[in-house]
C-alpha cells in the first residue's frame, strides 16, 4: 500500500470508522511506515485537542422562544393523512353523498313515481283484459 | 438501535400527533449540541441562537416529513446545517468567537483547555476550513456521527464525506503545526 492511499484511511481509523477490506493492508503497512505512523498518532492528538474545546451553553431563553413560535405554528405539525388515505377518504365522502341523495330523493319523491312502488303496484293490481286473454 | 434512539423515536411519534409536550422534550434533549455545534460553525454566539430557534421551529413544522430511516438528531442536523451554510453563503459579516471574550456563564468547559493561546490556536484552524469541511468535522468529533451519519447531513455520499474529512484533517493538522 502506498503511503498516500494509507493516508486517507488513516483519518477514517483515527474517527474509529470502519476501514474495510484494506484493513490488513494498512495495518502492514503501518508497521512498515514510520511516517504514517506518526501521522495517526497525530491525528488521533487533533481529535482529543478538538474534543477539549469547550462546550457553549445556550442560553436559557432559547427554550422558550422555540417553544412560543411551535405554538404559533402549531397545526402544520399535525400529521397530515397520506395521500393514499386521503384519496380513499375523498372517494368514500364522495359514494356517501351519492347514497345520501338517493335515500334523500326516495324519501321526498311521490310514491307513485318511485320505481320500486311502481313495480309493486303493478303486482298488485287487477289483471287488464289483454292479460286475461293471454292466459 | 440505541435506546435514546428508539426514545426519540416514540416522543416524534407523540409530538406528530401535536403533543407540545414531547416535542419540548426532543428541544431540551438537542438544544445543547445544536446550539454548540452553530456556534463553532458561524463563530458568533447570537448568529448561532437565531439559526437553532430557526432550526428547531423548522423541525416541528417539518415534522409530518420525517421518516425514521435517519435518527431525528440526524435530521435536526441537516436541517440546521442547510441553515447555517445558506447563512454563511448569505456572507453575513460575523465576528471571530475568539475576539470576543465569552461570558463565563455560557461556557461550560468540559475540562480546563490546555491554554488561551491552545484554544485560540485550534479556533483559528478552524476557521481556516471551509464550510462543509469545518461541518464534517465537527459532526464527527464533536457529536460522535459516523460517516453514513454525516453524510445523511450534508446530502452527499460517503466516500465524498470520506475525502472532505482526509482534506479537513490535513488542513487542521498544517494550522496546527504552524
Same mark, same amino acid.
Given at each position: 500500500?502506498?503511503?498516500?492511499?494509507?493516508?486517507?484511511?488513516?483519518?477514517? @481509523?483515527?474517527?474509529?470508522?470502519?476501514?474495510?477490506?484494506?484493513?490488513?493492508?494498512?495495518?502492514?503497512?503501518?508497521?512498515q511506515?514510520?511516517?504514517?505512523?506518526?501521522?495517526?498518532?497525530?491525528?488521533?492528538?487533533?481529535?482529543?485537542?478538538?474534543r477539549?474545546?469547550?462546550?457553549?451553553?445556550?442560553?436559557?431563553?432559547?427554550?422558550?422562544?422555540?417553544?412560543?413560535?411551535?405554538r404559533?405554528?402549531?397545526p402544520?405539525?399535525r400529521?397530515?393523512?397520506?395521500r @393514499? @388515505?386521503?384519496?380513499a377518504?375523498?372517494?368514500l365522502?364522495? @359514494?356517501?353523498?351519492?347514497?345520501?341523495?338517493?335515500?334523500?330523493?326516495?324519501?321526498?319523491?311521490?310514491?307513485?313515481?318511485?320505481?320500486?312502488d311502481?313495480?309493486a303496484?303493478?303486482?298488485?293490481?287487477?289483471p287488464t283484459?289483454?292479460?286475461?286473454?293471454?292466459? | 438501535? &440505541?435506546a435514546?434512539?428508539?426514545?426519540?423515536?416514540?416522543?416524534?411519534?407523540q409530538?406528530?400527533?401535536g403533543?407540545? *409536550?414531547?416535542?419540548?422534550?426532543?428541544?431540551? =434533549?438537542?438544544q445543547?449540541?445544536?446550539?454548540?455545534?452553530?456556534? !463553532?460553525?458561524? !463563530?458568533?454566539?447570537?448568529?448561532a441562537?437565531?439559526?437553532?430557534?430557526i432550526a428547531?421551529?423548522?423541525?416541528?413544522?417539518?415534522?409530518?416529513?420525517?421518516? +425514521?430511516?435517519?435518527?431525528f438528531?440526524t435530521?435536526?442536523?441537516?436541517i +440546521?446545517?442547510?441553515?447555517?451554510?445558506n &447563512?454563511?453563503?448569505?456572507? =453575513?459579516?460575523?465576528? *471571530?468567537?475568539?475576539?470576543?471574550? *465569552?461570558?463565563?456563564?455560557?461556557? &461550560?468547559?468540559?475540562?480546563?483547555? %490546555?491554554?488561551?493561546?491552545?484554544?485560540?490556536?485550534?479556533?483559528?484552524a478552524?476557521?481556516?476550513?471551509?464550510?462543509?469541511?469545518?461541518?464534517?468535522?465537527?459532526?464527527?468529533?464533536? &457529536?460522535?456521527?459516523s460517516?453514513?451519519?454525516?453524510?445523511?447531513?450534508?446530502?452527499?455520499?460517503?466516500?465524498?464525506v470520506?475525502?472532505?474529512l482526509y =482534506?479537513?484533517?490535513?488542513?487542521? %493538522?498544517?494550522?496546527?503545526?504552524?
Amino acid at each position: 500500500m502506498k503511503c498516500e492511499t494509507a493516508r486517507i484511511l488513516l483519518v477514517s @481509523l483515527a474517527d474509529h470508522e470502519p476501514v474495510g477490506p484494506r484493513a490488513g493492508e494498512l495495518t502492514r503497512h503501518l508497521e512498515q511506515c514510520a511516517e504514517c505512523r506518526t501521522l495517526l498518532e497525530a491525528l488521533k492528538r487533533d481529535r482529543e485537542i478538538l474534543r477539549e474545546l469547550p462546550v457553549m451553553k445556550p442560553p436559557d431563553r432559547l427554550l422558550g422562544w422555540v417553544m412560543t413560535q411551535v405554538r404559533q405554528a402549531e397545526p402544520a405539525a399535525r400529521p397530515a393523512l397520506p395521500r @393514499l @388515505l386521503r384519496v380513499a377518504a375523498i372517494i368514500l365522502l364522495f @359514494l356517501a353523498g351519492i347514497a345520501l341523495g338517493v335515500v334523500i330523493g326516495y324519501t321526498i319523491s311521490p310514491k307513485e313515481s318511485r320505481p320500486i312502488d311502481r313495480i309493486a303496484v303493478l303486482m298488485m293490481s287487477e289483471p287488464t283484459e289483454n292479460q286475461s286473454e293471454v292466459q | 438501535m &440505541e435506546a435514546g434512539v428508539i426514545d426519540d423515536i416514540r416522543l416524534v411519534e407523540q409530538a406528530r400527533q401535536g403533543e407540545l *409536550p414531547a416535542f419540548e422534550e426532543l428541544v431540551r =434533549r438537542y438544544q445543547g449540541p445544536l446550539y454548540g455545534y452553530l456556534c !463553532r460553525m458561524c !463563530r458568533n454566539p447570537d448568529t448561532a441562537e437565531e439559526l437553532a430557534q430557526i432550526a428547531l421551529t423548522k423541525a416541528w413544522t417539518g415534522l409530518a416529513g420525517f421518516r +425514521a430511516e435517519a435518527s431525528f438528531k440526524t435530521w435536526l442536523f441537516r436541517i +440546521a446545517t442547510n441553515c447555517c451554510l445558506n &447563512e454563511l453563503t448569505r456572507n =453575513r459579516p460575523h465576528e *471571530p468567537l475568539t475576539d470576543r471574550e *465569552p461570558s463565563p456563564e455560557r461556557w &461550560e468547559p468540559v475540562q480546563a483547555f %490546555r491554554n488561551r493561546d491552545d484554544f485560540e490556536r485550534v479556533n483559528h484552524a478552524l476557521a481556516e476550513l471551509s464550510a462543509d469541511q469545518r461541518s464534517a468535522l465537527l459532526l464527527s468529533v464533536h &457529536e460522535d456521527m459516523s460517516y453514513a451519519e454525516i453524510a445523511r447531513v450534508l446530502g452527499r455520499s460517503v466516500n465524498s464525506v470520506n475525502a472532505l474529512l482526509y =482534506r479537513a484533517r490535513l488542513t487542521l %493538522r498544517q494550522a496546527l503545526n504552524r
